[in-house]
């Protein structure tokens, strides 16, 4: 019986003579659509009264639950914020009462997993650390809370930031499994900061925080389509994160826009006096990063282009070429420049790596009342526990960083000059001095390569890794794409130089409007 003749049926039995049609009902309010939304428009939104933290928070809640937890399962997000919610109504209320914070006042960000944040477990995607829960927030935890943050969770990461083996798959860790390159599934989203890369592309939330040691920021924002900064090292604090190298160390932002990247680092940006790179950074941080976005920031500028670093695939190199082009364009000069002693700084990059991870790891399990609180205990915790957490790959890097001595040897003290200046004396800064250069170009990587667990990474190549070792700014922009695959290029500059970073990547950006959104591909036909 369809509906409008059982309604004129009750109404005969009951003596009407007429049906009456059931009273009319609101349609159910559309759902908040975060897709491809930016950190900027979502801010205009709230201050204009049209959109509020609470409906925001809840559409990233409820868009993780349905394409991270389920339908492509990327594998993304390892944790939400239980008081997520509760923290966006409260900034509600605030906004309501005429307070708000600053621009990101009820914005949700997500954290990395090897970031402090109270309330939540920080685990660098170890089954080891699956209970660490800090007291206290880390320093640039407690600064995007005072800006109005809202923590919508952790991310996934390559297990200890990508530190526990040689042959290591990028996006898997323990604790969290593997991560999915959101526009082909079957491809590797890079690391470490692999879960916020993809969380971030796939809409997950607007803006998110990587941490980069060499490439972790650089590469999985370039094969996301993202923007992804690394600051100068101590620009942004690294107190509360879970080290590898306090000479490399920094976090930064991965959004999908410029303009999200820049607002972002008015709340990471910050003098921090515990962390020992941080009294650097003052007098060095301008009030507004955002007021550096300039169409026009490439005219008269002179760029370099790191020849060196290509060769490696030709999507990349070609889209260093669109890069050229994009900047010739714009009224800048650019030449070729070349590094005398180019990668010579790796072998000492890794033992410096391996003396100040077991340092800076041990101090930080201590100080967080850890579980396992040396690198001895959790090598053991590996061992005992090797068919869960080491199923893959092993952790000779743990090993052969167990074996290293106190940092008051000379031959660490060796390694981490010889490393420095290798990279930034005699490499980057020299070229910038010798050829009067505003920044140096080189490709960020190949397009993502099929994740593989048998045989690890297929790495071929990047141009970033100069930055990372001389401590200096990089920046990640989408130029191009392989095969449905983001291509992402990688400008580099002198120490505090993020200013000009942001500018040129914008007025670039702005230039080629080269990022897709991702469309979830199963794989490449």
């Known amino acids: 019986m369809n509906r409008l003749l059982a309604i004129a049926l009750i109404a005969v039995s009951s ?26 428009d979502a801010r205009d939104r709230m201050a204009a009264g049209t959109l509020t933290s609470h409906q925001l928070t809840q559409a990233y809640l409820d868009r993780i639950a349905k394409i991270d937890d389920a339908g492509p399962t990327l594998g993304a997000v390892i944790e939400t914020n239980p008081t997520a919610i509760a923290d ?9 009462a005429g307070k708000t914070r600053g621009p990101l006042h009820g914005i949700p960000v997500l954290l990395k997993d090897n970031i402090d944040a109270s309330g939540m477990v920080n685990s660098a ?42 042959r290591s798959t990028s996006g898997w860790s323990s604790r969290g499994g593997q991560t999915k390159n959101p ?3 079957d491809r590797n989203p890079c690391g470490s900061s692999s879960g916020t890369g993809t969380a971030i592309a796939a809409s997950l939330a607007a803006i998110g925080v990587g941490t980069e040691t060499d490439g972790s920021i650089i590469c999985p924002s370039a094969v996301a389509g993202l923007v992804g900064l690394k600051p100068t090292v101590g620009l942004v604090s690294r107190r509360g994160i879970i080290p590898i190298s306090i000479s ?12 999200d990247v820049a607002l972002f680092m008015n709340a990471l940006a910050g003098v921090d006096d515990q962390d020992p790179a941080g009294p650097a950074a003052q007098g ?15 005219k008269g500028k002179r760029f370099g282009v790191l020849r060196q670093a290509m060769g490696f695939h030709p999507a990349s190199d070609e889209g260093v070429a669109r890069a050229i082009d994009t900047i010739k364009a714009a009224g800048a000069e650019v030449a070729d420049v070349k590094f005398g002693a180019y990668n010579a700084w790796d072998d000492p990059e890794l033992e410096v790596m391996l003396y100040e ?140 130089s993020e200013p000009d970073l942001i500018a040129f990547a914008y007025a670039i950006e702005q230039a080629t409007k080269a990022r897709k959104p991702p469309q979830f591909q199963p794989t490449i036909p």
Request: contains cysteine; neutral net charge; hydrophobic residues 45%.
């Open 284 to 298: 060095h941080i301008p009030a507004d990063y955002t007021a550096f976005l300039k169409a026009g920031a490439l």
């Open 357 to 496: 991870f077991k340092d800076g790891l041990n101090q930080y399990l201590k100080a967080s009342g850890s579980p396992h609180a040396s690198l001895e205990a959790l090598i053991a915790f590996n061992k005992s526990h090797a068919t869960t957490v080491m199923p893959f790959f092993g952790q000779e890097l743990f090993e052969r960083a167990q074996a290293k001595g106190p940092l008051t040897d000379a031959a660490y003290k060796k390694f981490r000059d010889d490393a420095r200046r290798l990279a930034g004396k005699e490499g980057l800064l020299a070229a910038l001095d010798r050829d009067r250069l505003d920044g140096i170009i080189a490709p960020s990587v190949s397009p993502a390569w099929p994740t593989d667990h048998v045989l690890g990474d297929r790495f071929l190549g990047a141009g970033y890794g100069v930055a990372a070792v001389a401590g200096t700014p990089s920046i990640t922009v989408p130029i191009a794409e392989a095969q449905g695959l983001p291509v992402g290029f990688t400008i580099m500059g002198r120490a505090y």
């Open 125 to 166: 995607g170890s089954l080891a650390l699956a209970e660490n829960r800090p007291k206290q927030d880390a320093f640039i935890v407690a600064r995007l809370r005072a800006a109005g943050a809202v923590i919508l969770g952790k991310t996934n990461l390559s297990e200890w930031a990508n530190f526990r083996s040689t």
């Open 88 to 96: 966006a109504d409260a900034l509600d209320a605030e906004r309501k």
């Open 183 to 185: 526009y082909v599934l």
């Open 248 to 259: 490399q160390d920094t976090a930064g932002p991965m959004a999908r826009s410029v303009s």
């Open 15 to 40: 003596g009407c003579t007429r049906a009456q049609p059931p009273a009319p009902q609101a349609p159910p309010a559309p759902s908040l659509d975060v897709v491809e939304l930016a950190a900027t």
